[in-house]
């Protein structure tokens, strides 16, 4: 299995480039996801992780009426 995508900073979009991940993706991957990723740049621009995490907030967050006791 390869992927390759690219991602942007979300802090300066005009910061992108491009990752290769070897393994399944997660059910949660998408294109406007926030991602973690652990690897490491190689010395053609491209990440090579080893590692991808999809932030989903939403899904793990307490419901408001679950908070309120």
């Known amino acids: 299995l390869l992927h390759r995508f690219e991602v942007r900073d979300l802090a300066d979009e005009s910061v992108t480039f491009w990752v290769e991940y070897r393994d399944?993706?997660?059910?949660?991957?998408?294109?406007?996801?926030?991602?973690?990723?652990?690897?490491?740049?190689?010395?053609?621009?491209?990440?090579?992780?080893?590692?991808?995490?999809?932030?989903?907030?939403?899904?793990?967050?307490?419901a408001p009426e679950d908070l309120a006791g």
Do not use: H, I
């Not at 490491?40 to 995490?53: K, S, Y």
């Open 24 to 62: 399944a993706l997660p059910d949660t991957f998408s294109e406007d996801v926030e991602v973690v990723l652990e690897g490491r740049m190689n010395g053609e621009g491209t990440f090579q992780a080893n590692t991808l995490l999809t932030k989903c907030g939403s899904r793990y967050e307490a």
